[in-house]
Nanobody, 115 residues
Framework: QVQLVESGGGLVQAGGSLRLSCVAS????????MGWYRQAPGKQRELVAR???????DYADSVKDRFIISRDNAKNMVNLQMNNLKPEDTAVYYC?????????WGQGTQVTVSS
């Protein structure tokens, strides 16, 4: 059974930084994508960033040049360095992995950015 364990998150002032980490375990297959979604109150879940097994990186336009995603295939780990945080980045952040057509999710971690 695939499990995702997230760490990081918390409360930070605007302009500050936070780092999220996620470790996946229990997969017998290679992970195609690892990344992060977020969901703010009253809004749909949206993709923040993802990293493919081939090292391609994708970012939402709203976080480009501020967030950096990195992936360690040997450890099945994905990190999200969030810099210059803005109040609109406040949301629950969910780690996810895609293995073939299947998605698995972490439990979510709250990120709150105060103005």
């Amino acid at each position: 059974q695939v499990q995702l364990v997230e760490s990081g998150g918390g409360l930070v002032q605007a302009g500050g930084s936070l780092r999220l980490s996620c470790v996946a375990s229990g997969s017998a297959f290679s992970i195609d994508y690892m990344g992060w979604y977020r969901q703010a109150p009253g809004k749909q879940r949206e993709l923040v960033a993802r990293a493919s097994s081939g090292s391609s990186l994708d970012y939402a336009d709203s976080v480009k040049d501020r967030f950096i995603i990195s992936r360690d295939n040997a450890k099945n780990m994905v990190n999200l360095q969030m810099n210059n945080l803005k109040p609109e980045d406040t949301a629950v952040y969910y780690c996810y992995i895609r293995i073939r057509a299947n998605l698995n999710w972490g439990q979510g971690t709250q990120v709150t950015v105060s103005s």
